[in-house]
């Protein structure tokens, strides 16, 4: 079974997806009903969550590897970067920052990674065992996301990396 995981469209439309247990990206072409399969060069990386960015390039998460890949479809070249201290990423998102945040559920933390310098910023929750999932831009251009372990939802400010929790 490939589990598939977390959809998201492209600036030209086509759908991709993660194959966590394929160890591969999907794109799916709606006008022509084609699919292009990707390999991710780390073995059992188990792609998870994926997003593009405004050129076409495709970042996903490697949560068994704790690294972020960069595919160009054009090419199917992938880059991948180490996620520092984070063992587990999940949920890429581009914030109002430019960087790309995502969460980590075991390593308890909302992370950036500087797609520029390949720098990674770690950002802990403060609640133990919180489980942070998840991660959408929202009002005040904040970083909002929800914390599975504790039934909280968090906030995070891109710029200074404040976080608060909000009890449900």
């Not at 709606?30 to 292009?36: E, G």
């Not at 090419?75 to 984070?86: A, L, N, P, R, Y």
């Not at 914030?95 to 500087?114: K, Q």
């Not at 599975?148 to 990396?161: A, C, H, M, V, Y």
Request: one cysteine or more; proline letters at 8%; glycine letters at 12%.
């Amino acid at each position: 079974h490939a589990l598939p995981h977390d959809p998201a469209v492209d600036p030209q439309g086509n759908v991709w997806l993660t194959l966590m247990n394929a160890n591969k990206l999907a794109r799916y072409d709606p006008r022509t009903h084609a699919w292009k399969l990707f390999s991710v060069p780390t073995a059992n990386s188990g792609p998870h969550g994926l997003t593009a960015d405004g050129e076409g390039n495709i970042w996903f998460t490697e949560n068994r590897a704790g690294k972020i890949g960069k595919l160009d479809p054009a090419s199917g070249k992938i880059v991948e970067f180490k996620t520092s201290t984070v063992t587990d990423p999940h949920t890429p998102i581009f914030g109002p920052d430019g960087g790309l945040w995502f969460t980590a559920e075991r390593s308890n933390a909302v992370s950036r990674l500087d797609v520029r310098s390949g720098a990674v910023e770690v950002h802990r929750v403060p609640t133990e065992h919180a489980l942070p999932y998840g991660i959408v831009v929202g009002p005040g251009r904040a970083l909002w996301f929800c914390e599975f372990g504790s039934n909280k939802l968090g906030r995070i400010d891109p710029t200074t990396g404040r976080m608060k929790e909000y009890e449900g």
